[in-house]
């Protein structure tokens, strides 16, 4: 099952998956963090998680202490799982290496899973669309130009 952050309504719950080391895990992350609230915020603004259409709102404009709060809770969330996990045996893949490397990607975790390896099937349900306008983004690339988050594709 695919489970975000803001899904986890019962703690409790969520440890005991976590702890359970007969259920394997694989933990995809999307580095570029920036990115990630971007999609967010056009998503929320649309009210559509799962684009079928280019969205009719595609410019957002992001405060800068919302972003930098989000860059907190992502890497926080991300800790502590890793943290939980750190006796299990875990598939971690990032967003970007799936969509730059399918293939190898995809044989990891088919091999992870102890599956028969396929090709995947790009999902025809979703469109490729452009990524979220930044109104802001000379702003945000000015405050966020010495840290990380720098080379987000935001900021192209």
């Not at 976590?18 to 995809?28: A, F, H, T």
């Not at 306008?133 to 987000?152: C, D, G, H, M, P």
Request: proline share 4%; no cysteine.
């Amino acid at each position: 099952f695919k489970l975000f952050p803001e899904h986890i309504d019962d703690a409790d719950f969520f440890s005991q998956i976590l702890s359970d080391p007969s259920i394997k895990k694989i933990i995809l992350k999307r580095e570029d963090v920036i990115s990630v609230y971007s999609s967010q915020r056009r998503s929320l603004l649309n009210g559509n998680f799962m684009l079928k259409e280019t969205p009719n709102k595609n410019e957002i404009n992001i405060a800068p202490h919302e972003l930098q709060e989000h860059i907190d809770k992502y890497t926080s969330y991300y800790q502590t799982i890793e943290r939980i996990l750190s006796q299990q045996h875990v598939l971690n893949v990032t967003y970007e290496e799936l969509i730059n490397n399918k293939y190898s990607e995809w044989a990891k975790i088919t091999n992870f899973l102890e599956i028969p390896y396929k090709y995947p099937k790009s999902l025809n349900e979703t469109i490729k669309i452009k990524k979220p306008i930044l109104q802001n983004k000379e702003q945000l690339k000015r405050i966020f130009n010495f840290t990380k988050y720098k080379k987000s594709k935001m900021f192209e």
